[in-house]
């Protein structure tokens, strides 16, 4: 009697493989975080050097490059490169700072309103609908043109922007969370509800969230870029991708590379960040299983 071939392993079988943009992807937004870490140490000039003489010199391989400014230089004389590489580290951190600090005050919202219930949750209901009928970048504008542009007041406008969408999250899912089983037996056992919270429900709740700060971070990425680019955002002698890209506005017909550059890492920043957000999405929601 012929011996049964064995049964493939379903485990291994069922393993999707990561798709090639998503890998991409995940490339590219490691190459933004080590430029966001490393910055100084891989620009090969100041990126506040000027050099009147030589501005505006194109990038390779265009005709008349210099090899010392492999991206070209800018209206100044300053080296392309070097600015595109503070600016994409200005960019990244701000972006990620205000993405955490949005999904921290959203989650500590939403957790409070489930637990208190009442009045709190009602207030915190209101606000959340006061956050999302709001026009934000407007109320951006407003903030910034009266208080002027200190780093504080962009980044708590930046963390304040979406945090409402994590509140609502956190808050359905908690209140859905405390009847399930797990949450009960643990609480019959005479757990706080602090341990609960932070060691039972919150581990389960955790997919939803990472979910939602992968697509928070693109927008907010567009949000700082977009308010740097009209001028109410960051100033010299820092500078962002927001303000390369309006620097670069004035200069298409002879000097297209000031904006296209900068336009281009925002492109395929938030473009990489929203792929990642979806594969992680699929991975992560149970309800999009086959």
Known sequence: MTDLPLAANPAKSRTPRMPALVMASAIWLSLMIWVMLAAQLLMPW???ATD?????KPPFPLAGYDPAHPLGTDQLGRDLLSRLLVATQTSIALALLG??????LGTA???LAAHRGGWVDEAISALIDFQAAMPWFIVAMAVLAFLGNAMWVFLLLMGLYGWERYARITRG?????REQGYARAVHALGAPPRWIYARHILPNIL????VQVTINFPETILFETSLSFIGLGIRPPLTSLGQLLGDGRDYMINA???AVMPGGVIFLSTLA???LGDHLRNRLDPSLED
């Open 46 to 48: 100041d990126f506040e």
């Open 52 to 56: 009147l003489l030589g501005r505006m």
């Open 99 to 104: 993405t955490v600090l949005g999904a921290v």
């Open 109 to 111: 919202a939403g957790f």
């Open 173 to 177: 899912l908690v209140l859905t969370a």
């Open 207 to 210: 997919g939803p969230l990472i």
């Open 256 to 258: 297209w590379w000031l």
């Open 273 to 275: 960040m929203s792929m």
